[in-house]
């Protein structure tokens, strides 16, 4: 049998897990955020580096930036699947947890139900009224007439 104090404990782990987990996949994807973005930047600000006033502004190229956006579509999915699957695992220790506690409360019920039936008695010894035999009925005499 379980006790409260195991499934509280059980969720308590479950969830820091998942918060620890959560907060490491947004940790490291704001990471990455932060170094294509600035890739991104570099590119642009690149461009336009030899950019003069009164000139024509320069063709500019996407074929960089394209780039940086599939690699931030990427790390977008990695993210979500390691999400996905800190998720999973979280719900299969919410699930046994319960589950748990479930079966816990299944015994106690089973044992209550044996505690509280009512005991069958067994007869000690036989009532001493089923021990003697029937007796005959009397017969009341009756004055008889006499005419």
Do not use: C
């Not at 960089?64 to 699957?85: D, N, V, W």
């Amino acid at each position: 049998m379980t006790y409260p104090f195991d499934q509280i404990s059980s969720l308590g782990k479950a969830n820091g897990q998942f918060a620890a987990t959560l907060a490491q996949v947004a940790r490291e994807s704001g990471e990455t955020y932060v170094k294509v973005s600035g890739k991104a930047a570099s590119t642009i600000f690149d461009q336009f580096k030899e950019f003069k006033p009164g000139t024509s502004a320069p063709a500019f190229k996407s074929g960089e930036l394209t780039g940086l956006l599939g690699e931030i579509e990427k790390r977008h999915e990695e993210a979500s699947a390691r999400i996905r699957s800190a998720f999973e695992d979280w719900q299969g220790a919410v699930k046994d947890a319960f589950s748990q506690a479930s079966q816990g409360q299944q015994a106690f019920t089973e044992k209550l139900t044996v505690w509280f039936q009512p005991v069958v008695k067994t007869p000690a010894a036989p009532d001493k009224a089923a021990e003697e035999p029937a007796s005959t009925p009397r017969t009341t005499a009756k004055p008889k007439d006499t005419a």
